[in-house]
C-alpha cells in the first residue's frame, strides 16, 4: 500500500511555507533543482497564510495556533532581509 501523508492544519501549513521559502530562494525548486527567487510569489504565499490566520482566530488547537504564528514570523523577517538585497 502506498505511503499517504495526513491531511491535516499543520500539512497545510506546511506546504504554503515551503512554496513561500522556494520563492525566497532559501529552498531550491523541486522541478529544476535551482535556487530561485520571485519576492512576489513569497509575498503572495505569506499573504495567504495571513488570511489563514485572520480566518482560524479562536478556532485552532494552542499547538495549531504557535505553528502558524511561527511560521510566519520566520518568514516575513526572511521576507523583510531578501528584500533589503
Do not use: C, H, W, Y
Amino acid at each position: 500500500m502506498e505511503n499517504r501523508l495526513e491531511a491535516s492544519f499543520s500539512t497545510l501549513i506546511l506546504s504554503i511555507a515551503s512554496s513561500a521559502a522556494m520563492a525566497l530562494g532559501l529552498a531550491p525548486n523541486p522541478t529544476t533543482d535551482k535556487m530561485e527567487k520571485d519576492l512576489n510569489m513569497a509575498q503572495f504565499n505569506i499573504d495567504l497564510l495571513v488570511l489563514l490566520k485572520k480566518k482560524t482566530q479562536n478556532n485552532l488547537e494552542k499547538d495549531e495556533q504557535e505553528f502558524l504564528e511561527t511560521i510566519l514570523n520566520d518568514l516575513q523577517m526572511k521576507f523583510l532581509q531578501a528584500k533589503g538585497k
